[in-house]
Nanobody, 125 residues
Framework: QVQLVESGGGLVQAGDSLRLSCAAS????????MGWFRQRPGKEREFVAV????????LYADSVKGRFTISRDNAKNTVYLQMNSLKPEDTAVYYC??????????????????WGQGIQVTVSS
C-alpha cells in the first residue's frame, strides 16, 4: 500500500493558478500510473487527470483540458497538478490516487487503490 499526501490547495480568485503536489511513500512509485480526481459539492468523485508511470502519456477530463497539466518527478516520488485559469466550478476537494496495477493506465476510479486524504480548492468569482 502506498501513502499519499496532498498539498498546495487553498482559496483563489477566478483566473488564478494553483499547483497541487502529492508526495508518495511506501511502495515503488515509478511503475504506477498516478491520477488526480475531485469531488465537487453534491457530486460524485470524478476523474481530472492521469499520468502513466514514465510520464509519457497524460489524459485529461474535457472540463480541464488546456487549463490543467499533470506531471510527475519519479526521483522525488511526487506528482503535480498545475491548475491555470481556474473557474468557480473547479471548486472541489482534490484527491491524489495511485493505480492498483503496475504498467496500466486508465481513468476508472475503481482502478485506483490508494488515495490521499484530499485537499480543498476553492475558487471565488
Amino acid at each position: 500500500q502506498v501513502q499519499l499526501v496532498e498539498s498546495g490547495g487553498g482559496l483563489v480568485q477566478a483566473g488564478d493558478s494553483l499547483r497541487l503536489s502529492c508526495a508518495a511513500s511506501g511502495r515503488t512509485f515509478s511503475t504506477y500510473t498516478m491520477g488526480w480526481f475531485r469531488q465537487r459539492p453534491g457530486k460524485e468523485r470524478e476523474f481530472v487527470a492521469v499520468i502513466n508511470w514514465g510520464g509519457s502519456i497524460t489524459l485529461y477530463a474535457d472540463s480541464v483540458k488546456g487549463r490543467f497539466t499533470i506531471s510527475r518527478d519519479n526521483a522525488k516520488n511526487t506528482v503535480y497538478l498545475q491548475m491555470n485559469s481556474l473557474k468557480p466550478e473547479d471548486t472541489a476537494v482534490y484527491y491524489c490516487a495511485a493505480a492498483k496495477f503496475e504498467f496500466w493506465i486508465g481513468v476508472r476510479t475503481n482502478a485506483f487503490g490508494s488515495w490521499g486524504q484530499g485537499i480543498q480548492v476553492t475558487v471565488s468569482s
